[in-house]
């Protein structure tokens, strides 16, 4: 008998989600899909299926989902409100299961996180894993052997930033913005090849353990309450003495960023700031110019070519 095949479309959450999503439906045996990285007919795809008020990230999305359509069983599309008692998140991804069921005629398998609600991941990953058939033991083993897995990976990824990091005596940038951003082939690969080319050591705000910077968040912001944008501004504080510039990347019109990076840079002055809002329309020569002229800046500045601190 033919194994039932999950898609996976690879845009805005698989970015933080998809060592754990990987690894859970292949512990239970399940095949997956997972859409290419994005290109110009992924993108243009999503554009035709979006209004023209949606951010890009979303349109890039759609366009993910859409290449799945006719190669696999069933989309994941999971539907996040809620990560921490009085935050939120994006309401992109409390619509998304909304959005994709009512735009494309394809069976999905979705889960719901609101721990408003008390709805917490364990709860949804077991929730979803009964709707596909599976046992009750068999689909917590496989959660918490997906959850393993996915911390590892993790720390990998944060320990291998920390050597480059320490090693380094090029200019070093914090790239900060969310994983989806920062991680898609036209939107922040883009960026972070250009930063090379200008032999800079690019530094990812996703790539740290923080979970002891709520103070300091909250003297950047108060009244910032959505959860990845406050793991964003704490990427920057654990980060900003180690590096000697950031730039915040965000796709055009995101309201989250927009709020959040105007705080960043009203309220940080250790380091140059620069904020590069992405959209269908932004060409690589534009980008050019400005990461080139912020480099330049980092020079006259004096830059600390390795110089960092624990």
Request: aromatic content about 10%.
């Amino acid at each position: 008998m033919e194994k039932v095949k999950i898609g996976i479309p690879k845009a805005l959450l698989f970015y933080k989600y998809g060592d754990l999503w990987t690894h859970f439906f292949e512990n239970l045996g399940l095949d997956i899909i997972i859409s290419p990285n994005t290109n110009l007919e992924i993108l243009e795809n999503g554009k035709k299926l979006t209004d023209d008020e949606a951010c890009l990230s979303l349109k890039i999305y759609m366009g993910h989902v859409n290449y799945l359509l006719d190669k696999c069983d069933y989309i994941l599309v999971p539907r996040i409100a809620c990560l921490k008692p009085h935050e939120k998140l994006c309401t992109n991804f409390n619509a998304l299961y909304d959005l994709v069921r009512n735009t494309f005629h394809k069976r999905i398998i979705h889960y719901n996180v609101d721990v408003g609600k008390k709805e917490d991941e364990f709860y949804a990953f077991t929730t979803m894993g009964l709707e596909l058939g599976f046992r009750y033991r068999e689909v917590v083993k496989a959660y918490h052997q997906a959850k393993k897995m996915e911390t590892i990976a993790i720390e990998r990824r944060v320990s291998k930033q920390q050597v480059e990091l320490a090693k380094s005596n090029k200019i070093k940038v914090l790239m900060a913005g969310h994983p989806y951003n920062l991680h898609d082939e036209l939107v922040g690969k883009t960026i972070s090849r250009l930063l090379e080319e200008n032999q800079v050591e690019v530094v990812y705000s996703d790539r740290y353990l923080g979970k002891y910077l709520d103070k300091e968040v909250e003297e950047i912001s108060k009244k910032n309450y959505w959860t990845y944008n406050r793991e964003i501004l704490g990427a920057i504080i654990h980060y900003q003495e180690n590096v000697d510039g950031i730039i915040l990347v965000t796709t055009f019109p995101c309201g989250p960023d927009s709020l959040s990076n105007e705080m960043v840079l009203r309220t940080l002055r250790k380091k140059p700031i620069i904020q590069l809002i992405v959209d269908e329309a932004t060409g690589e020569a534009g980008l050019a110019t400005r990461i080139e002229s912020f480099v330049d800046i980092l020079k006259e500045r004096g830059a600390t070519s390795g110089k960092t601190s624990d």
